[in-house]
Every structure is written in structure tokens, then in C-alpha cells.
């Protein structure tokens, strides 16, 4: 099976650990401008997952499809920046304001994909699970300014998250 970056097999996350407090409630974006996502996003951060053991240099691409639905290319490097590449592709769509349901592979099943923030520039982004098994911090860049970075810790934080648990993710 091949390990993936954010969305990878989010369907899958059921197992594992739980870094959010599921009691805590999850604000997601209100208005989420598909438009102004659409493009290459770098996992700066996220919270430790099976489905992306040995992955780094973590990207996500999303595509506005003319059906409405957006096309999800996930990539990582298998154990280091010049790794192998592992790459899994598929769909997602809104079924709330900033909340979509992800697609991947051949899963026979849709995952939680929150965006929980998303900076006025959509340069950096905060997304989550409510399960509280995955989270991630995407930016535009590999590199995140820490005043940045901060405010994203606090909106994980704001929705129950752990951040102490979050790792950063090598490039």
C-alpha cells in the first residue's frame, strides 16, 4: 500500500491515535473560495499518521473540475527529501461550508476533509478531521514564517487539537 501525504487515504484514519479532544467543537471556514485554493499546497506540519510513515516533502495539488467536484493529487518523498515518490489521486467535494468529503484511489468509501482556516491571502490553511486522527498546516511555500505557523497552532488548538503533538514535515 502506499503511504501518502494529506487527504492519503484520510478514509483509512479510523485507527490510530486521537489528537483533538472530539468533544471540543470544530469551526470550519464559512467561505471557502474553491478558486483561491486550487493549486500546489506544502504540509508544513501535521499530526503523526500510519498512512504517512517515512513521507516527506509532503505536497497536495487541487484542480477545479467543471463538474464542481476538485481533483486531488497527493505526493510525498518516501524517507527523505529526494526520496522515491508515492502519489495517490482523486476527488473531492463540498457537502458543508468548508467542509468536503475526499475520494482516493480505489477506496470504496469518502473521507473528512475540514478546512479549518484559511489565512485572507490563502496562503497558508489549517485542515482537520473531526475524528481527531489527522490535521495538517499547508502553506504555499515549503517554508512558513513562525508568526504564521503560530496562528495556525492556535486554530488547531481552538478546535480541541493537541499541538504539542504536531511534527513538522522535512523538505
Not at 473560495?33 to 493549486?39: K, T
Not at 499518521?49 to 487541487?62: G, M, N, P, V
Not at 513562525?146 to 504536531?166: F, H, K, M, S
Amino acid at each position: 500500500m502506499i503511504r501518502l501525504a494529506p487527504l492519503a487515504l484520510l478514509a483509512l484514519v479510523a485507527c490510530g491515535p486521537v489528537y483533538r479532544d472530539t468533544d471540543a467543537p470544530m469551526q470550519t471556514v464559512q467561505r471557502l473560495d474553491l478558486e483561491r485554493y486550487a493549486g500546489r499546497w506544502y504540509e508544513v506540519a501535521s499530526f503523526p499518521a500510519s498512512f504517512q510513515r517515512d513521507c516527506t516533502a509532503t505536497t497536495a495539488d487541487y484542480t477545479l473540475r467543471p463538474d464542481g467536484t476538485v481533483g486531488v493529487v497527493n505526493t510525498c518523498r518516501r524517507g527523505a527529501p529526494d526520496g522515491p515518490v508515492a502519489q495517490i489521486a482523486g476527488t473531492a467535494e463540498v457537502v458543508e461550508p468548508g467542509q468536503l468529503k475526499v475520494r482516493l484511489g480505489r477506496i470504496p468509501f469518502a473521507g473528512d476533509y475540514w478546512v479549518l482556516w484559511v489565512a485572507d491571502d490563502y496562503r497558508t490553511a489549517v485542515v482537520g478531521t473531526p475524528g481527531g486522527r489527522a490535521g495538517w498546516i499547508l502553506h504555499r511555500k515549503p517554508e512558513i514564517p513562525a508568526e504564521r505557523l503560530n496562528d495556525a497552532r492556535g486554530v488547531l488548538a481552538a478546535n480541541g487539537y493537541d499541538v504539542t503533538q504536531i511534527k513538522r514535515t522535512r523538505h
